[in-house]
């Protein structure tokens, strides 16, 4: 049985190239985030969310760092009260 005759084969169609295919918008174009660059009501809210966890990633990693010394340095002091 060749190819053509097996169920649900399809013919080959030519290449169209992407003639059909939705262009990107010039301003969101060569963008690591095009997010940034969209307008309109969704994206205005995300663009604010995303803002807001940035801050919150910052902070958190400004704590966590600052957890680190503390513990960094209480236990260099245990230590020297061992000796």
């Known amino acids: 049985m060749s ?8 013919p080959n ?18 963008t690591t985030d095009p997010q940034e ?4 009501p969704v994206s205005s809210v995300m663009q604010s969310i995303k803002e807001e966890a940035e801050e919150n990633d910052d902070e958190d990693r400004k704590e966590a760092e600052q957890e680190a010394r ?7 002091d245990r230590g020297k009260d061992k000796k």
């Open 13 to 30: 169609k030519p290449n169209k190239g992407n003639e059909d295919a939705k262009q990107p918008d010039p301003e969101t174009l060569n």
């Open 3 to 10: 190819k053509q005759d097996q169920p649900g084969h399809r």
């Open 70 to 76: 503390e513990a960094a340095n209480h236990s260099d």
């Open 37 to 40: 660059h969209m307008r309109g």
